[in-house]
């Protein structure tokens, strides 16, 4: 067989499989080029995925000692939906909110809310009553499943805000979960039609005005993404041919190690499983050791984390001397993975294809990618358009396209972008226009289609995958009685890529140091967000030209101090 080059494989798939065929739909007034064939809706997708599951047979969902097969999947949504919505009213367009770390009711409850056709409103694990009660206000969520930290997180807010809290797993509330599925037999799928263009979820991330803003996803987004990446998945074989056609490939299995309030897990892992027939295994926290015991003894064949998790993973498998030879994809997601990293992990890993990725919220994930060799020899690069739906430009600052090899912002047009920001007109006119999204990332585009990404134009730090908004960050401080201003920026870390530093003025006559400050934000933001490194002066911080704080002079100079006095 004669290998096909990347938009030869494209097109020969789009042309003979109609799982794949396009055409044209209008969205919102503006023509998008979409699948023709694929499932309108989330929940149509996971019914229609029952047939690569063995007809339902196939065991899908393991987590620590409990396993479900795609059946028993099915059968709990469907019992959980016929709870909210006979019990708490949930029909379409209801919102209801995740407030969990992972665990098979985060699942269970994304796939009974979406198959009411309500919204699901996924908050971060890791935020604070304050930064829960201000998610809960903008989504105007009031039934919220909880497990047992975040439903002590909720509790001071509760009555204020008027909400209905499921607990679940360690959860200690009057409504438990588990009691609420009690006894119920089998129950049927709901009869709820949805649009594909109605909303499927508002997930939270950080931008630069300070708040998270709310990415409302539709389905249609969401299943346009999935077929985009099951499409790369049959273009493989015809870009690089097996040498043995016959050769039976063993079932896929995905490891989920990054926390499902997150793009990363719900989309390329959870969502992508269905139709992709895969397995998957939860992981409710990240243990790099019980990591390499689960891709061996639970066969796992494709692995997508954050860069420091598949750092980690490589120097876990060697203390273990495990080889993991079913591994054949590790994958990065919610950060750019060092270079230097992609030749270790290669070399350690001889049957896993390592790849990269750019992709958004925004974006319900789908951007950019690339593995394997053409990774090994560009490790800087993040790679190629994911086909069929996907456009894309680098624009200038006045909104111009820019040539071949010249810096400007991506901008993306798909059906897979996001409607809107929830209840942020402005920020949405902003970022998109006629159907493109401007990414706020710069990069450039080379003669062979790979791209990029040189910086950003948002002030924000990336943390292990964590997005964190400067401003975000600032306005906590700003908050201490002693700090009379700050700027915050990114401290590079060998793991985490990024950490969080702080400049700060003192107010005369004030003190702090390091341990009161930190103190004093862990009340008010996420722990991940909290600076790991201060530096502290009794002047004003450096400005620029417009008389604005100059964040990459005070970033230069701080980093610059600690360089002298090393």
């Not at 499943?145 to 002590?152: I, K, S, T, V």
């Not at 942020?424 to 998109?432: F, I, M, R, S």
């Not at 890529?497 to 934000?521: H, P, S």
């Amino acid at each position: 067989m004669t290998a096909m080059s990347y938009d030869q494989a494209a097109a020969h798939v789009t042309a003979t499989d109609p799982t794949f065929e396009l055409t044209t739909a209008n969205i919102r007034g503006v023509d998008y080029t979409v699948y023709k064939n694929i499932p309108g809706d989330v929940a149509a997708m996971m019914r229609n995925s029952r047939e690569v599951m063995d007809n339902g047979a196939a065991e899908y969902l393991v987590f620590e000692g409990e396993r479900w097969t795609f059946d028993a999947f099915i059968g709990d949504v469907n019992r959980l939906a016929h709870v909210l919505a006979t019990r708490f009213g949930v029909t379409r367009g209801t919102r209801v909110a995740l407030a969990m770390r992972n665990s098979p009711e985060m699942l269970l409850g994304m796939m009974a809310i979406a198959s009411l056709g309500g919204v699901v409103v996924f908050l971060n694990g890791w935020w604070t009553t304050e930064e829960l009660d201000y998610a809960l206000r903008d989504s105007a969520a009031k039934l919220v499943l909880a497990d047992g930290d975040r439903a002590a997180r909720l509790a001071p807010i509760e009555q204020a805000l008027g909400l209905t809290i499921i607990g679940t797993r360690d959860a200690q509330t009057p409504l438990r979960y588990s009691d609420l599925m009690q006894g119920l037999g089998e129950v049927a799928a709901p009869d709820v039609t949805i649009d594909t263009d109605d909303d499927f979820a508002i997930m939270y991330s950080s931008g630069t005005t300070g708040k998270p803003k709310g990415v409302v996803q539709t389905h249609r987004g969401v299943v346009n993404a999935v077929y985009s990446w099951l499409l790369t998945f049959v273009m493989g074989p015809l870009i690089d041919p097996p040498e043995d056609p016959d050769a039976v490939a063993p079932r896929p299995a995905v490891l989920i190690v990054t926390p499902l309030f997150h793009v990363t897990a719900t989309h390329p892992s959870f969502m992508l499983s269905m139709p992709a027939g895969a397995k998957v295994v939860v992981m409710p926290k990240w243990d790099a050791r019980k990591a390499v015991e689960l891709i061996r003894d639970e066969k796992i064949t494709r692995f997508l984390g954050v860069p420091t998790q598949s750092a980690d993973l490589v120097v876990a498998a060697r203390e273990m001397g495990e080889e993991l030879p079913l591994l054949t994809y590790i994958g990065s997601g919610g950060a750019k993975r060092p270079a230097a990293q992609v030749a270790e992990i290669a070399g350690t890993f001889k049957n896993a294809a390592v790849a990269t990725g750019w992709g958004m919220t925004e974006t319900n994930a789908i951007g950019i990618g690339m593995l394997g060799d053409e990774y090994l020899e560009r490790p800087g690069a993040v790679g190629r358009l994911y086909p069929a739906v996907q456009e894309l430009k680098f624009l200038d600052d006045a909104g111009h396209p820019v040539g071949v090899g010249e810096v400007g912002e991506i901008t993306v047009k798909s059906p897979c972008n996001m409607r809107e920001y929830l209840n942020k007109p402005q920020a949405t006119a902003e970022v998109l226009q006629d159907g493109w999204l401007r990414s706020g990332d710069l990069g450039y585009i080379d003669a062979d289609g790979i791209v990029t990404i040189v910086d950003r134009k948002k002030n924000i730090i990336i943390r292990g995958g964590e997005n964190i908004a400067c401003l975000d960050v600032e306005g906590a401080l700003h908050r201490h009685p002693a700090v009379a201003e700050a700027c915050v920026f990114s401290v590079p870390h060998d793991r985490l890529g990024e950490v969080v530093g702080a400049a700060v003025q003192l107010r005369a006559g004030q003190t702090a140091d390091e341990e009161d400050l930190k103190a004093f934000l862990r009340d008010h933001i996420a722990k991940f967000k909290v600076p790991e490194h201060f530096w502290f002066q009794s002047e004003p911080l450096t400005r620029g030209a417009t008389d604005k704080i100059d964040r990459r002079a005070l970033q230069a100079a701080c980093l610059g101090k600690d360089k002298a006095h090393a």
